[in-house]
């Protein structure tokens, strides 16, 4: 199987090479239309071909492709997937607003998903299995990735509200896919949110703190770039006591290995492990915290918005648990 990759925006890609090659994958192609320093660097350590546009790489026929673009081009270039007939898998993030999710959600059904690769981690799957006949009464999740490495110029999209989506976006989305593994398609009422803007030179925040209900459980959310190792961890209250996950902070234990099987199965002509819905209500959940948290949405309202409609031909979607 030969997989393309459309945009190295950031450091996802290059794992997803890394474990697509060890599973026996071929890196067919590599175009970045914003860093063509990264694109070499990329295609100096996997042996591919450099694409000078993106219909050019989409031409090359390759079985699928990942898309790590920034997040201003993510529509077009699944506009131009889908027209070339091409399976594709978008890392984080494809929408930073509402309005751009609702195109996004407007997109006609095709062979594509998006996801964080939290959704793929084993402890995590096992942890929600393990949680649907002990009575969940409530939930708390914990993310935290340091975004130093997004102040320095190169990487500022990603803090930038207008850009990635900055902390409560570009982080937040993890948190809110592990809410939707444990709880999924759930769609949050924000009940109160809000931010840290903290000591570092952040155009967005260093920390997010987020209290919603979905249906009648409460849920609490606290995001966080401040200085520190990776950790991402859920509290669940149940009618049996208190469980507690933290994800072991390894590639496989956080996602990518599994993230990298949903790439390959997709390129052999499988069906895509997380419907458009699930995607978009994770979207719908993290814009509108992000949005009450810096004040600008009013509280104690469920996101709503387009939602698109599903695919029911040979290749429909297959629900991940």
């Known amino acids: 199987m030969r997989i393309a990759f459309a945009g190295v925006a950031h450091s996802h890609p290059f794992a997803d090479a890394a474990n697509l090659v060890a599973r026996g994958m071929t890196i067919a192609g590599v175009w970045d239309a914003d860093d063509p320093s990264r694109q070499a660097d990329f295609a100096a350590r996997f042996g591919a071909e450099v694409h000078g546009g993106l219909d050019d790489l989409l031409a090359s026929a390759p079985d699928a492709v990942v898309v790590t673009v920034r997040t201003r081009r993510a529509f077009e270039v699944a506009l131009a997937c889908a027209d070339a007939g091409v399976p594709a898998f978008f890392n984080k993030t494809v929408a930073a607003c509402s309005a751009d999710l609702d195109r996004w959600a407007g997109l006609s059904p095709a062979s594509r998903f998006t996801s964080s690769v939290l959704r793929f981690a084993p402890a995590l799957a096992d942890f929600a299995e393990n949680l649907r006949a002990a009575g969940l009464r409530a939930i708390d999740v914990h993310v935290q990735h340091d975004i130093t490495g997004f102040l320095v110029s190169d990487r500022a999209w990603q803090d930038d509200p207008g850009g990635a989506g900055g902390t409560m976006v570009n982080i937040g989305l993890h948190a809110w896919e592990m809410v939707d ?11 109160s949110a809000f931010r840290v803007r903290g000591a570092v030179a952040t155009a967005s925040e260093v920390l997010g703190s987020v209290h919603a209900r979905i249906d009648d459980i409460p849920v609490t959310v606290t995001i966080s770039g401040l200085a520190g ?9 149940t009618d049996t006591g208190i ?12 996602g990518y290995g599994g993230t990298a099987d949903a790439i390959a199965a997709l390129a052999r002509g499988g069906a895509v492990p997380v419907s458009s819905q699930r995607t978009i209500s994770v979207y719908r959940n993290t814009i509108a915290s992000a949005d009450a948290a810096r004040g600008s949405r009013p509280l104690g309202r469920t996101p709503r918005g ?3 409609a599903p695919d029911r031909g040979p290749a429909a979607e297959r629900e991940a648990p």
């Open 181 to 191: 593994v444990l709880l999924p398609g759930a769609q949050a009422e924000i009940l």
């Open 229 to 237: 190792a990776d950790r991402y961890a859920v509290l669940a209250w």
């Open 243 to 254: 469980r507690e996950l933290v994800l072991p902070d390894d590639l496989d234990g956080l």
């Open 306 to 308: 387009p939602m698109p």
